[in-house]
């Protein structure tokens, strides 16, 4: 079993900066990609961006440019710095970890606030 944990939400003004920060604890064997999705009120879950064990990192439109998703493979964390904050980037963000042993398997952390005002 993988267990993943966020932290670093909060409450910040337009045009803030937050850190986020996931780690993966467990019976861990082989950590396929790292990312961070998001959820808002009445909204679907969606991709903001994801790193795999080589960094390479993709990036939803809407971040590119604002936020950078970072990783340590040493500590099994994964970063997002998230910068230029705007009121539509509130929601809670989610940390997903895709884990190899036999096939492979996503394991998803509790979710952390992120509100922006305005």
């Known amino acids: 079993q993988v267990h993943v944990v966020e932290s670093g939400g909060g409450l910040v003004q337009q045009g803030g900066s937050l850190r986020l920060s996931c780690a993966a604890s467990?019976?861990?064997?082989?950590?396929?990609?790292m990312g961070w999705y998001r959820q808002a009120p009445g909204k679907q879950r969606e991709l903001v961006a994801t790193i795999t064990s080589g960094k390479l990192t993709d990036y939803a439109d809407s971040v590119k440019g604002r936020f950078t998703i970072s990783r340590d493979n040493a500590k099994n964390t994964v970063y997002l710095q998230m910068n230029s904050l705007k009121p539509e980037d509130t929601a809670v963000y989610y940390c997903?970890?895709?884990?190899?042993?036999?096939?492979?398997?996503?394991?998803w952390g509790q979710g952390t606030q992120v509100t922006v005002s305005s």
């Open positions: 997903k970890v895709r884990h190899r042993l036999v096939g492979t398997n996503d394991y």
């Open positions: 467990g019976r861990i064997f082989s950590i396929v990609t």
